[in-house]
């Protein structure tokens, strides 16, 4: 989180498909053996969770995505379609600009207040709930 960055190197106008988020392609177990119980950490691996069944590990065999920061007012969002995520534009990007997704990450536990906070995100948007776990729960 909050690690390098990935920036517009030129205006990319909404609805634009971007790049695949890849990594090596795990079953939750075998997510949870490579980052053994640490839902202290976890937030600093590349996981990314499809569905029940699939998680990208951005760690190993990874691309640019893995440096795309989160944000609260994204101008990104991860879209899943037959079992790969994709990062595209939800707005016009101007060149230059930082981009960013909700991760919406979702954790086994209810989200309580002490979760977020293990969690916490510093976009700095008017609209930051100020964590990067989903709302739900
Ligand atoms: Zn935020």
């Known amino acids: 989180m909050q690690g390098l960055g990935a920036f517009a190197t030129r205006a990319i106008p909404a609805g634009r498909r971007l790049i695949e988020y890849a990594g090596e392609r795990l079953t939750?177990?075998?997510?949870?053996?490579?980052?053994?119980d640490d839902e202290h950490e976890r937030h600093?691996?590349?996981?990314?969770?499809?569905?029940?069944?699939?998680?990208i590990d951005a760690a190993v065999d990874g691309?640019?995505?893995?440096?795309?920061?989160?944000?609260?007012?994204?101008?990104?969002?991860?879209v899943v379609e037959d079992g790969r995520i994709w990062i595209e534009t939800i707005r016009d990007v101007a060149a230059g600009e930082e981009l960013a997704y909700d991760y919406a990450y979702v954790l086994e536990?209810?989200?309580?207040?002490?979760?977020?906070?293990?969690?916490?995100?510093?976009c700095g948007a008017a609209t930051c709930r100020g964590?990067?776990?989903?709302?739900?729960r």
Do not use: G, M, W
Not at 109 to 122: D, F, G, I, V
């Open 109 to 122: 536990e209810r989200h309580s207040p002490a979760a977020k906070r293990r969690y916490p995100c510093r």
């Open 44 to 55: 600093h691996t590349f996981l990314f969770a499809i569905d029940d069944d699939v998680v």
């Open 131 to 136: 964590t990067i776990l989903a709302k739900k």
């Open 28 to 36: 939750p177990a075998q997510a949870d053996a490579r980052y053994p």
């Open 63 to 78: 691309n640019e995505a893995r440096f795309i920061n989160h944000s609260c007012d994204p101008n990104c969002d991860a």
